[in-house]
């Protein structure tokens, strides 16, 4: 017998939007200049996948504490993603919703960078000895700059998406263009920070950089970040002057929706807290088993993905090169020319990625689906992961030495060794397909989501679950190997391998659950949510 009570909401449904009459999108015009913000933010996180782990340990941290800086992403993109969303959904700014966001945001990733960029200057300042290996002040600055990037990253990169969709109205074709030219947008920053990164005389331009406390590779990153700054304010200073919102307003009938040509009335609906810790800790318990099984793959996937993104040019310098960043001055010499190195390949990754996100849709279709092409993404990464020990095994079996000043030095690995440091970079574009950021879209970001919007719908859930409970698939693992995944590679020795081998065992099991286990959703159904379904 039904029963007559109403259905609880489960309790990690978020709000959804307010009911409002369908508004018409802007001109494409206003949306590119919007979408091309992304490519000033995606130029300093590209340098700051590339350049800044290396970077604090030449300030003095060791290489099995350096992952924990890296704590700052998942916490902020937990704490700050949901709680900017959820307000500038509700500012009565005069300058409107978004637009208020994003300047504070691009604000505050300028003075992050100015922090980062000259943590080594006023740790001298502040009294750090240039005789002492380890810079306690510098890395304090540099710890407060990071932080405070991460959190204006996420600051800015979510209203800037809500903005496009702003713009985009209720026009499907406006709403896929937007979030194609903001992906390319994307890509084109990650090009130029990661060529900006390999490139080792751009400090020349700026002269002055070089000090006493910062050397040729510390002049070198913070002329690459002058230009991620000029070239962030300049892109949001040109897209915020050019594209208006009328402020908001809760009351019915008093309003219009963001852009010039976009009036919105927005109807009177109470209001729900979004839902952070208890709430979304509180859904795990109302969660079907293909929910569980899509967390376990997610889970999974970013244990395989995490250690890579976050030493990846340190392997370079380290392993491959066989540099060192606590070393004499021909040593730390040979790890910066592999940090840059490694940017390079990081570069060729982006340009292999931008490629393959086009035919995304083709492949998943031609696999079978997106769980299929998932799990078969999944055992490319494990066999990429499981490579760097070939790579490394050949560096050093075919490595050369030089006396140079009385010191026997090692010399750069030979043309067959980069090229095959080099292919593994370029390789993992596959995988990586879609997004080119942080942060990995069509693959490892929207096919996750998408599941989890068919399922959440299928079971009554809600698209909540696909904010609150997913996301925890990703952040969890995120601080998992922060916190664990130096101290681990300590255990074995030290360098970067025992968190790689980790990576593709975890990697191999995320795609053999991938296959085996989550349900194929209807072809139909996750044809749509894909197309649709991102996430930063």
Known sequence: MESTKPNKKSSFQLQQPLPSSP???????????VASIAAGVQFGWALQLSLLTPYVQLLGIPHKWASLIWLCGPISGMLVQPIVGYHSDRCTSRFGRRRPFIAAGAALVATAVVLIGFAADLGHLFGDSMANDIKPRAIVVFVIGFWILDVANNMLQGPCRALL???SGNNQKKTRTANTLFSFFMAVGNVLGFAAGSYPHLHNIFPFTTTKACDVYCANLKSCFFFSILLLLTLTSIALSYVHEKPWSPEPGSAGNQGDEIEDEEELAEATPVPLFGEVFAALKDLKRPMWVLLLVTCLNWIAWFPFLLFDTDWMGREVYGGDSQGNNLVLRLYNKG???????????????????????LLASGVGGVKRLWGIINFLLAF????????????????????????????????????????????????????PIQK???????????????FSSSSGAGQGLSLGVLNLGIVMPQILVSLGSGPFDAIFGGGNLPAFVLGAFAAAASGIFALTMLP????DISAAKAATAGFH
Do not use: H, Q, W
């Open 384 to 435: 990429c992961l499981a490579m760097t020990v070939l790579v490394t095994k050949l560096a050093k079996s075919n490595r050369r030495f030089a006396t140079m000043d009385g010191v026997i030095v090692p010399l750069p690995p030979g043309a067959g060794v980069k090229a095959g440091a080099l292919s593994l970079f370029a390789a993992l574009g596959i995988p990586l397909a879609g997004n």
């Open 339 to 361: 940090v840059r190195a490694g940017a390079l390949g990081l570069m060729l990754n982006s340009v292999v990625l931008g490629f393959t996100s086009l035919g995304v849709e």
């Open 440 to 454: 990995i879209e069509k693959v490892t970001y929207s096919i996750p989501f998408a599941l989890a919007s068919i």
């Open 165 to 167: 969709a702003d713009l």
């Open 520 to 523: 194929s959703p209807p072809p």
């Open 23 to 33: 508004p018409r999108p802007s001109p494409l015009k206003k949306i590119i200049l």
